[in-house]
């Protein structure tokens, strides 16, 4: 979506950021816009990867999780492809480039305690490679954190669910 975010476009986000769940009628109603507007609209945004419908899981009220920011120091340089790299590892639900103390800022999330932190640190990031320093913050309480699990505990709570078709 190369043109940017019109005010249409902003209205629509900020009403399902609200709720999800809305129904189109719902929408076209509160931003006085048609039904087939806002489909074209939210799907227009979906392709272009602005916008993604996803359920979210309220870190306050889900005791199992041991979430930590990782600040990393790199030995050498390339951003770009060690951000994605790191974005990638089962563990990680977001990395991004920053300024300051670290190259790198990333939030960790596991159902396993300081045990999946401890095998996130000992494997996952030394696969990962090319890193001078770590740095753990955990979590002890969040307001307001509403998260995308990662990847692998997506996979790992489907599967646990999933029996015979």
């Not at 209205?11 to 806002?38: K, M, Y």
């Not at 990395?95 to 000992?122: H, K, P």
């Amino acid at each position: 979506m190369k043109r940017g975010l019109d005010v249409l476009d902003k209205a629509l986000i900020g009403t399902l950021s609200d709720n999800g769940r809305l129904a189109a009628s719902e929408i076209a109603t509160r931003l006085g816009i048609s039904i087939p507007t806002v489909r074209g609209r939210l799907r227009q945004l979906v392709e272009a990867g602005v916008v993604r419908i996803a359920a979210l899981v309220n870190a306050s009220e889900t005791p199992e999780l041991t979430i930590a920011i990782v600040g990393l120091s790199l030995e050498r340089y390339n951003l770009d492809e060690m951000v994605e790299r790191m974005a990638a590892l089962d563990e990680v639900s977001w990395a991004a480039v920053v300024t300051g103390r670290y190259d790198i800022i990333a939030e960790v999330v596991t159902t396993a305690g300081m045990n999946g932190l401890y095998d996130f640190l000992n494997a996952s990031l030394q696969e990962l490679g090319g890193v001078q320093s770590s740095e753990v913050f955990v979590v002890m309480k969040a307001s307001h954190k509403w998260m995308l699990p990662p990847r692998a505990m997506t996979r790992a709570w489907t599967r646990a669910n999933a029996g015979p078709a």
